[in-house]
Every structure is written in C-alpha cells, then in structure tokens.
C-alpha cells in the first residue's frame, strides 16, 4: 500500500477545488498590534493583520505582558506536567477564581484550549448523565459537534438559533435527561443567540442548558462575561464556556457553572485529568487580563466605535458583508478561488492580512473573507483595507451589494 500517494492525492484533490488552506508566517510585534512582520519568499514586510481573534490587542497590553514575564521569572516555564500529578499550580486557582466571578458562578475549571475545554465537558456529560440525550444547534463549533459525537449519547440537532424548533424536539423527548447546547456569538456569520428564548425553553422541559461563549467573553457585558452577562441572563445558564485566547489575549479555556458541576467534570473528563496543565506565566497573564476588562470599558467601546466605521465603508462602497450585531464582519466572495486570490493580493500589494474562509469552515459558495476590526485598527487603516477591497472588487467582477 503507497500510504504517501494517498496523502499526495488528497491534497491534490483539496487545492484542485480551491481549498487547500496555506498559512501565513507572521511575527507579531509587541506594543505595535495590530501591526506584525511577514515572511515570505525570503523577505520581511510589515502587514496589518484584520483577522485576529485577539480582539481587543490583549495579547499585547503591558499588563498582560509583564504579568506574564513576571510569572515566568518567579516559577519558571511549564507546570509540571497534569494538576492529576503535579497539584493545582497556585495560579491556576486564582485564575479559576477570578473566571468564577467574571461569570457570577461558584467554581471555574480551566483547560488547554477552548475546542478542549468544549469537547472535553460535553463528552463527559453525555457519557456520564444516564440516558442523556444532547440537543445541538445546527451550527455548533466542531469541538461541540466532536464532544457529542465523542460522548456516544443520543443527539439531537435543531434548527440554527430556533428556539420554537428546540421547544418541540425537547417535547418529543419526553422525560429523558436533556443536554442543551449552543453558542452565543457564531464566529462565521456573526450572530447571537436569542438567549432568552432558548434558556426558557430549556428550564421548561427541565434541561441543563450550556452555552459557548468564546466569541463574546471579554467583548459584551459591563465586566466582559459575554452576552450572557450583557443580557443578564448568567445565572440562569447551568454551564458556561469560555476561551483565554481570543479577547483575553493568551491561551487556554474554561467551564464555569456550580461547584458540583464543576468537579463531576474535574473528576471524570479525560480531557482534564490526561493533559499538561497551562504553565503559570500564561495563567498569570489570562488573570491580568480579565482583570483589567472587568474594570475598564475603554476597549470594548474603541472596538464597537471601529466595527461600525467599518461597516459604514463597506457600505458606501458596496461591498457585501452579512450584517450582525457582532463584532465579526464577514465579507462574502461566495468562490474558493476568488477568496483565496484575494487574500493573496491583499498581503502581497497592499499588505494586508485577512485570511480566506473556504470549505469545510464554511458551507461551499458562502466563502469569505472574516473581518474583525479592533479599538487599535485606525481610521486610515480602515481606509486603507476598503479601498483594496473596492479594487479588487473590480478587478475579479464580483457583485457588489445593492443599497
């Protein structure tokens, strides 16, 4: 068997349809975000990255930073291997609290990344609730999708964001332990969840509601708790999830909910108990930052203030985006070529970044370009990035959008 000629073809057959994704090579630069250098082809050019999930530049706030530095100076590099082993790293449990209180919840559990902390959580708790069944939305991240799957319990998928449809497949269930999950920010097409409507819906029918946060945290609510907390609805969800590594800018993810919640899944979920915990510097640095947005506003209003003059531009000039109330501005080319074309372009003429989003990401024909504009983007980066795309608009004939 040529194993090597297998694997040949399979990517031969993903570029052939204008999917093969290629990463860029950037070295971001701190203090200078959105600003990174780019390595290509045996030179370095500076570029201005539009499609970070770093949200809010994080990642690069002197706080954050020397929280960081600091930490590494005083405990070294690694944890030590799993808390199974090595024991809860002091860090680790101020980290916890502060994720508890962000959330309005008794306890926090943290894990390695955001997809672990989902698939790791959900997995458990289908597996473990006897005769559980998990109500999925339809556009549920594939670390959701594989915790469910993982899981082995019954699943039940329900239209994207519907909670009438939610309410009738929850009735046909009957009496069985309910599981349901969904996000409240969709990181492609940038809409939130009707919140409201589908926790009623779940208390009703006496499931346990979970929602994926990653998107949000950091972004919404007057301390950064994510839609939930904008909308005052946290404690009436059972299991909240988040990510450190998006608008907090480092790494790693989190569950929060009750203190028993949180221990079943502390004492059952491999995901945990098997994996290297987060070193302390990074911890250290993820508590620096949700710090700093619990207490400061500053950020989030730059961010909406630069979404909107960006939305406004897109506008005037045509360009069409699917309008949200997010801060995700997905710009549609509806062609894996042209999208992957473009991307191109833009870093090599204009030095730009905004990676293609092509299938599997995203369903084949809706393929995009995602925008995420931050409070650090200017006025004439903004300029600079619309007036491109209008140029290359033209050069590739697309549709522009009709006002």
């Given at each position: 068997m040529n194993f090597e000629q297998i694997f040949s073809d399979q990517i031969s057959l993903l570029k052939s349809e204008g999917n093969y994704r290629i990463f860029a090579e950037l070295e971001r630069k701190r203090g200078d975000f959105p600003r990174a250098a780019s390595h290509a082809e045996g030179c370095v050019?500076?570029?201005?990255?539009?499609?970070?999930?770093?949200?809010?530049?994080?990642?690069q706030h002197p706080e954050v930073v020397a929280a960081m530095v600091e930490?590494?100076?005083?405990?070294?590099?690694?944890?030590?291997?799993?808390r199974n082993i090595s024991g809860n790293h002091h860090h680790h449990i101020k980290l916890e609290a502060e994720l508890a209180d962000l959330h309005a919840k008794e306890a926090a559990l943290l894990f390695t990344s955001g997809y672990v902390?989902?698939?790791a959580a959900l997995s458990t708790l289908g597996a473990r609730v006897p005769n559980a069944v998990i109500l999925s939305d339809a556009h549920n991240h594939a670390s959701m999708i594989e915790g469910v799957r993982h899981s082995r319990a019954d699943k039940v998928i329900w239209a994207h964001n519907d909670w009438r449809d939610l309410d009738k497949k929850l009735t046909a269930l009957?009496?069985?332990?309910?599981?349901?999950?969904?996000?409240?920010?969709?990181?492609?097409?940038?809409?939130?969840?009707?919140?409201?409507e589908i926790v009623e819906v779940a208390k009703a029918h006496g499931a346990l509601t979970y929602i994926d946060e990653v998107h949000a945290v950091g972004m919404y609510g007057p301390r950064g708790g994510g839609v939930s907390e904008r909308e005052g609805l946290a404690d009436q969800i059972d299991l909240i999830e988040g990510t450190l590594g998006k608008a907090f800018g480092v790494m790693g993810g989190y569950i929060t909910g009750s203190k028993v919640l949180c221990d079943f899944i502390r004492s059952f979920a491999s995901g945990f108990i098997f994996t290297t915990a987060l070193p302390p510097a990074i911890a250290a640095a993820a508590t620096a930052s949700i710090k700093h947005l619990k207490a400061s506003d500053a950020e989030r209003q730059?961010?909406?203030?630069?979404v909107a003059k960006m939305r406004a531009r897109l506008d005037h000039l045509g360009i069409p985006y699917i309008n949200n109330e997010s801060h995700i501005i997905p710009v549609m080319i509806g062609d894996p070529v042209k999208c992957r074309m473009i991307s191109d372009v833009l870093m090599r003429d204009f030095g730009v970044y905004v990676q293609a989003i092509n299938y599997p990401t995203v369903a084949k024909g809706t393929e995009r370009l995602r925008i995420t504009p931050s409070p650090l983007h200017s006025d004439a980066d903004i300029d600079h990035l619309t007036n491109a795309l209008a140029t290359l608009w033209k050069q590739c004939a697309l549709a522009r959008a009709v006002a």
């Open positions: 050019k500076d570029v201005t990255v539009w499609c970070s999930n770093d949200y809010l530049g994080m990642g930490t590494a100076q005083a405990c070294g590099t690694g944890a030590g291997g799993t902390s989902n698939w009957g009496d069985r332990p309910k599981i349901v999950a969904f996000e409240s920010v969709y990181s492609m097409d940038g809409d939130i969840a009707p919140i409201k730059g961010q909406q203030a630069q």
